[in-house]
């Protein structure tokens, strides 16, 4: 179905000969602009989380003039609206606080303001779901421009990843292998160009999400931001973004259960963040799609992990992924396991944006039958510590621990633990599995990153670098090690993980996907009567109504009350 100029939308505000017309048209001409840059044109929203806080869209500032004379040259009105910018490097308490607050403001920005399509401009973390969200449910013509991976890290010739680079010489330095020199040279070279996180880490399996998913023009997501490429490619967003709005490209003919399919594998198969798990669940959902954990470890079984990039590979970062080919060879060197007859912002079916892509390093994106892992990088465990389920990223931890029984170290507070894990005299072995709990989306509040807990010094100082952990919080994309992270439900409103104590054993089988403390039921149910429900901590603002709304990890974290079966939104403005 086409749309002529004067079914626009935005034709609703400036074109009746009224009153309320007449002002919204002199209120642009305020800003010197005349009839010839609007009347009878697509206005295009370019929605930028741009802020001076936030390293991994600093380029954004500037990038929006080149999305706008896209528009310009396709014959729209661009008009740029700047949206909380979600900043993973500077916001506390965490982001994740917030990615629906953004996800709101996106939705209902779009909703009041006259316009017919928009760009979305997001790449660190939680800004991808987030707008992706929000843009699901107001339902226009979108397209999303990934901000693009900054450069390779680099410490005296050796490659820095993001994160996880961090946390393994910030490891060496407690242990003493490196020197106060050393530390600053690794803190002064892991972050040297605008753009986001360069690892496999949150950023980059969402952006990868967002184009398997038909969300973004093939190839977009794998651009580093430093590129002159990725100046050409977000003109060509506001160019395209024009012509979808007469095609009515809207998202409701993109997203589907074939194209979260897609996006799952693709996730699976670049070695993904734990955090996609709850982010892909948030978006399906919205989209009508009823994602569900289980699905998400069927995809796991199947899809072995092919991007070589870290932390789940060894060496590469994903400025050597866009060498190599980038998603769109990703993509094409799984074809088989894709259904490529779904539509892309493009117009093009998925199928017909794979044509010619190529790998240029089959080391770092590897064939189907060399993968770096032979499952998918997640999977899901269940037991009655976790009877909603909880996730493990096997393809980053040690192999002993895959299969392992231990006795628990519990700490219900993050500060409790941090302290103790310093102490030299701490009770604790290599066997121990750490456990923190109160960290969930009402816990923490927002369910913090927090998940990769430090192991304790004392171990550190023996050489271990990896051991069991178990917590209700989250893990940034860029960390490793075995973790267990989104159990649900969280202790905070209950959930089992509030009755184990220090001295349990608790068993993890990832193989078999179980996760379970040997308690017997009765000693449980004693301690289930005894368990006190934690204060909330907000009276008022924001917060209280997060703890009010917020969902559990297995259904999204999204707000019960955007759930797109919740209700009608308002629709369109009556007056
Ligand atoms: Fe922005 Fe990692 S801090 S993507
Ligand atoms: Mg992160």
Redesign the pocket.
């Known amino acids: 179905m086409s749309k002529t100029v004067t079914a626009l939308r935005s034709a609703r505000w400036f074109a009746p000969d009224d009153l309320r017309s007449s002002g919204h048209r002199s209120r642009l001409m305020q800003m010197g602009y005349d009839e010839k840059d609007w009347g009878q044109k697509p206005i295009i929203a370019i929605l930028n989380t741009w802020s001076d806080l936030?390293?991994?869209?600093a380029h954004f500032k500037h990038r929006v003039e080149d999305v706008k004379r896209g528009v310009l040259q396709a014959g729209g009105f661009p008009v740029e609206l700047p949206v909380q910018s979600l900043?993973?490097?500077s916001l506390k308490p965490t982001t994740m606080l917030y990615r629906n607050f953004l996800a709101m403001e996106a939705e209902e920005l779009l909703r009041g303001h006259p316009v017919d399509g928009v760009v979305l401009m997001g790449?660190?973390?939680k800004t991808t779901p987030a707008l992706v969200m929000g843009a699901i449910s107001a339902g226009f013509p979108m397209i999303f421009l990934p901000?693009g991976p900054m450069l390779r890290g680099n410490y005296k010739g050796e490659y820095l990843g993001?994160?996880s680079d961090a946390w393994k010489y910030w490891d060496e330095r407690r242990a003493g292998t490196i020197t106060d020199e050393q530390w600053t040279g690794v803190e002064e070279g892991i972050a040297r160009s605008y753009g986001?996180?360069m690892t496999f880490?949150?950023?980059?399996t969402m952006t990868a999400i967002a184009e398997s998913m038909g969300l973004t023009l093939p190839g977009a997501s794998s651009i580093p931001a430093a590129d002159a490429n990725h100046i050409r490619m977000s003109t060509r967003c506001g160019r395209r973004i024009v012509d979808m709005v007469f095609e009515d490209l809207t998202p409701d003919k993109i997203i589907n259960r074939q194209s979260v399919d897609n996006a799952v594998a693709v996730a699976m198969a670049t070695g993904c963040s734990t955090n996609a798990v709850v982010h892909l669940i948030a978006m399906a959902r919205r989209a009508g799609v009823p994602l569900t954990l289980d699905e998400l470890d069927e995809a796991g079984r199947k899809t072995p992990v092919i991007a070589n990039i870290r932390p789940s590979g060894k060496q590469y970062l994903m400025e050597d992924f866009y060498y190599a080919g980038g998603l769109r060879a990703l993509m094409a060197q799984m074809k088989d396991k894709l259904d490529l007859d779904v539509m892309t912002v493009s117009g093009f079916k998925l199928g017909e944006t794979l044509e010619g892509a190529e790998v240029y390093n089959d080391d770092v994106i590897r064939p189907l039958s060399n993968p770096i892992y032979h499952e998918g990088s997640l999977a899901v465990l269940r037991g009655n510590l976790a009877p909603d389920g909880c996730v493990i990223k096997p393809s980053a931890c040690e192999e002993r621990l895959r299969v392992h029984e231990g006795p628990a170290l519990v700490f219900d507070s993050y500060p409790e633990m941090k302290k103790a894990v310093e102490d030299e005299n701490l009770d604790v072995t290599a066997d121990h599995i750490m456990v923190l709990r109160n960290a969930g989306p009402k816990g923490g509040p927002g369910m913090p990153e927090w998940g990769m807990l430090p192991i304790p010094k004392k171990l550190i100082k023996q050489g271990i670098r990896d051991m069991l952990r178990i917590s209700d919080s989250r893990m940034?994309?860029?960390s490793y090690g075995a973790c267990i992270l989104h159990v649900a439900p969280e202790a905070h409103i209950g959930g089992p993980l509030a009755l184990v104590r220090t001295g349990d054993i608790i068993r993890v089988d990832v193989p078999n996907r179980s996760i379970d403390m040997l308690v017997d039921e009765e000693t449980l149910a004693r301690r289930r009567a005894e368990w006190v429900a934690p204060a909330d901590k907000f009276e008022r603002g924001y917060g209280w109504m997060f703890s009010k709304h917020i969902t559990q990890a297995d259904e999204g974290c999204d707000f019960d009350f955007l759930k797109t079966e919740f209700g009608k939104s308002a629709g369109e403005p009556d007056i």
């Open positions: 936030n390293p991994c869209h900043s993973e490097t790449g660190c973390d901000a993001s994160g986001h996180c880490g949150t950023a980059s940034s994309g860029t």
